[in-house]
Antibody, heavy 123, light 106 residues
Framework: QVQLVESGGGLVKPGGSLRLSCAAS????????MGWVRQAPGKGLEWVSY????????SYADSVKGRFTISWDNAKNSLYLQMNSLRAEDTAVYYC????????????????WGQGTLVTVSS | DIQMTQSPSSLSAFVGDRVTITCQAS??????LNWYQQNPGKAPKLLIY???NLETGVPSRFSGSGSGTDFSLTISSLQPEDIATYYC?????????FGGGTKVEI
């Protein structure tokens, strides 16, 4: 079955860096986009980034563009989010999620989610 | 960016009630809308995709409808396990955007 397991969260000072990892298993990775969605404490969901099934295309929310980098490691079947220049407003639970994107583009959705990893940015 | 507005922000209903949550997009998004359920302390779960398609394994008491700018999620007979926050999400344009959520209580 599909499993997504995040790791790498923790406490970091403003301006610092952190790399989140998401170990994926149970599906054919080359068929799916992968993405990150975050949720600040007590708040709603916010899309952060995704990477295409070919891993050649990436997209980011404006709030993280230029600071965060999404990537995929084929050898480790893992998704990453490198987060630099962290700010207090980046404090959130970060979810790794599989993004179904059909060939027509008509159906797109996050169909499997990890359990999330908490990132706290504070001095 | 496309803004997604959900209403109400919270509701309380009885077991067995019919519950409807609405989601309005700031521009026409055709049927490019998904619904998710987030139980307390858990990751979100996909309920409805493409505005009206039930995800595999989701109980048939959940249904979605709408197109253009106005959408709704209906629970035909509210069950105790439906206590959750529900989010709509558009995928017509990047950035992907979510509604603010509707908290459902019994």
């Amino acid at each position: 079955q599909v499993q997504l397991v995040e790791s790498g969260g923790g406490l970091v000072k403003p301006g610092g860096s952190l790399r989140l990892s998401c170990a994926a298993s149970g599906f054919t990775f080359t068929y799916y986009y992968m993405g990150w969605v975050r949720q600040a404490p007590g708040k709603g969901l916010e899309w952060v980034s995704y990477i295409s099934s070919s891993r050649s295309t990436t997209s980011y929310a404006d709030s993280v563009k230029g600071r965060f980098t999404i990537s995929w490691d084929n050898a480790k079947n893992s998704l990453y989010l490198q987060m630099n220049s962290l700010r207090a407003e980046d404090t959130a639970v970060y979810y790794c999620a599989r993004y179904y994107y059909d060939s027509s583009g008509y159906f797109q959705h996050f169909d499997y989610w990890g359990q999330g990893t908490l990132v706290t940015v504070s001095s | 960016d496309i803004q997604m507005t959900q209403s109400p922000s919270s509701l309380s209903a009885f077991v067995g009630d019919r519950v409807t949550i609405t989601c309005q997009a700031s521009q026409d998004i055709s049927k490019y809308l998904n619904w998710y359920q987030q139980n307390p302390g858990k990751a979100p779960k996909l309920l409805i995709y493409g505005a009206s398609n039930l995800e595999t394994g989701v109980p048939s008491r959940f249904s979605g409808s709408g197109s253009g700018t106005d959408f709704s999620l209906t629970i035909s007979s509210l069950q105790p396990e439906d206590i959750a926050t529900y989010y709509c999400q558009q995928y017509d344009n990047l950035p992907l955007t979510f509604g603010g959520g509707t908290k459902v209580e019994i």
